[in-house]
Structure formats: structure tokens, C-alpha cells
């Protein structure tokens, strides 16, 4: 199939052929999408993964690309990235927002409503969609602690209502990942609270934040998930690791549960320093660390 044919097929929609991830994921790396949409609505989401389907094109979903490493070697088919789908709508108690809703502005719209319990999200930058698949965290708070309900896109193009009960909601797992659903808009059960008290939450949770994380250079946020018994950033420290640089990427000495891209770093850099930190900790703790961030895409291809 060619890039005309979709491009006839959608032409309300932005679509780009053999465009470099490496533009939109927080790492600043990632091969080349073969073809790149951005609906900017669930008609067009839904139109173009049956489009995708009968044209037999593999399709990935991507959200605002803070948690994401795409592999050198770029993604085949289709990805819709739906950073353009931003809505946030208040219903008394409720937040609901489409998927590509920047799940930060998404705590903002709850303060400016004085609804609370959204706080520790005030600084986790990745989109809402992303959020709900990841069940994302941060200082003692998770999604699926004010997760109400949420429209999902199945593979076959059924459009669905999840429960709360129905995510199967784990330490960054939902269910969206074990059917491969993509999430259309979620909806936020929060509490009335005063919306001062809110944002100074949020304040010094972001300064703290702040203080501690390399908000100033690329990463993907933390890449590790936390095991059992132990704090990663300090078996990092204590096996010599930090400060270790691998290509581009380095083990950031702000925070050794980071990896940052310091010089034109490639994803191959970050999986060979991700892959080798595994090795090192194994190798003197027995603690097997593992990925928290989320990994995608072909190996680059090698010449002789």
C-alpha cells in the first residue's frame, strides 16, 4: 500500500511517511514510523484502525511518548500518535478527558474545580491514555485510585465501556495491555476539596520532583520498576553505576533510577545501558531489575 492511498483514504487527517519517532518521544530517539497519523477525534481513530485492519497494516498507539523507547530500526504499519484528541470536560465530581490529554493539564482542570485526589499526577507528563495503560504512579498515588471508567477501542473496532473492575488494575499494568485495547477518553472519580490546599499540594510535590529527577535533560522517565525489598536508584548507586555513560545515554547523576540522553544519544544506546545495568545488578544483588518503561518498535538493520 502506498502513502497516497491513505492519504485519499483520510485527507482531513495529518499523516507522514517514514517519519523519525525520534521527534516526539521524551528520549529525543526512535526510528522512523512508516506511516504517522494524528486523528484528532474518536470517528477518526476508529476509521483509520479499520482501515488499517483490511489493509492488514500493524497498528501501535502512542500518547504523549514520556515512557517510551522505539527501537532504532523504527515501527512497521500504522502509528497514531493522538496527542491531538485533548478534551477535558468536568461533571460534578467527575474529570473526563479524551487520550491525548496531557494527564499534568488534566490535574490542573480537577485544582481549578477544587476537586482533589489527582495531585500526585501533577507532574507525571504522559498523556491520560497513557496513564490508564501504564497505571501510572507517583508519591503514593496511582490512576487506578481515582480511575472510574473509561471508552476503549478494541482491535476489531468495538467501541467499549471498562469498569474500574475491568482494568485488572496492577503495579503499572491494566488490562488495556493484555488486549491490546486502545483508550478513547477515561473518567476520574475525585472528591471536593479547596482548591488552594489542592495546588499547594501539587506545588510541593512538582518542587520536589523537581529537585530530584534531570527534568532538564531528555529521559524517559524512571526505567526501572521498583522490586520487591529494595529501592532501584540505590542498588544503581551502590553497584558504581551512576554516572555511566553508554554511547549518548548516561545514568543520570541526579537520579540513578534515570537514564538521560546527553549527547545525541540512539535507543540502542539506552537498551545496551538499560540491558547492562540488569546484568550488573543481577550479577551483585540477585534483583532482577524490571523495565518499567515501555519498549517498541525493530532492531535497526545491520550491514555487513
Not at 36 to 63: C, D, M, R, W
Not at 245 to 251: F, I, L, P, S, Y
Request: proline letters at 4%; aromatic letters at 6%; hydrophobic letters at 40%.
Amino acid at each position: 500500500m502506498m502513502m497516497a492511498d491513505i492519504a485519499t483514504a483520510f485527507p482531513a487527517i495529518e499523516i507522514l511517511r517514514d517519519e523519525p519517532l525520534a521527534h516526539y518521544t521524551y528520549t529525543e530517539t526512535g526510528g522512523p514510523a512508516d506511516y504517522l497519523a494524528f486523528p484528532t477525534n474518536i470517528q477518526e481513530t476508529k476509521s483509520l484502525l479499520a482501515y488499517a485492519n483490511e489493509e492488514k497494516l500493524p497498528v501501535t498507539v502512542v500518547g504523549n511518548a514520556s515512557n517510551l523507547i522505539v527501537r532504532d530500526g523504527g515501527i512497521r504499519g500504522l502509528v497514531m500518535i493522538l496527542t491531538k484528541m485533548n478534551q477535558i470536560t468536568t461533571t460534578g465530581n467527575t474529570v473526563t478527558a479524551e487520550a491525548g490529554a496531557a494527564l499534568i493539564k488534566t490535574t490542573q482542570v480537577a485544582q481549578a474545580h477544587a476537586l482533589t485526589g489527582f495531585e500526585f499526577a501533577a507532574g507525571i507528563p504522559g498523556s491520560v491514555g497513557g496513564a490508564v495503560f501504564m497505571n501510572a504512579g507517583a508519591y503514593g498515588g496511582e490512576i487506578s485510585e481515582v480511575a472510574l471508567s473509561a471508552e476503549v477501542l478494541t482491535p476489531t473496532g468495538e467501541i467499549r465501556t471498562l469498569t474500574k473492575a475491568e482494568f485488572d488494575f496492577g503495579y503499572r499494568h491494566s488490562s488495556i495491555q493484555d488486549y491490546h485495547d486502545i483508550v478513547l477518553t477515561a473518567t476520574f472519580a475525585l472528591t471536593p476539596g479547596d482548591g488552594q490546599a489542592i495546588q499547594a499540594k501539587m506545588d510541593d510535590l512538582n518542587a520536589r520532583r523537581a529537585a530530584k529527577q534531570p527534568l532538564e535533560l531528555p529521559s524517559c522517565g524512571s526505567v526501572f520498576k521498583r522490586p520487591e525489598g529494595h529501592y532501584t536508584g540505590q542498588l544503581i548507586q551502590e553497584a558504581g553505576l551512576q554516572g555511566l555513560k553508554w554511547g549518548g545515554a548516561q545514568v543520570s547523576t541526579k537520579h540513578a533510577g534515570f537514564i538521560v540522553n546527553i549527547d545525541h544519544a540512539t535507543a540502542t544506546d539506552y537498551l545496551d545501558l538499560i540491558h547492562h545495568i540488569q546484568a550488573v545488578i543481577w550479577e551483585k544483588n540477585q534483583v532482577h531489575l524490571e523495565t518499567e518503561v515501555r519498549i517498541i518498535g525493530e532492531e535497526p538493520t545491520t550491514t555487513a
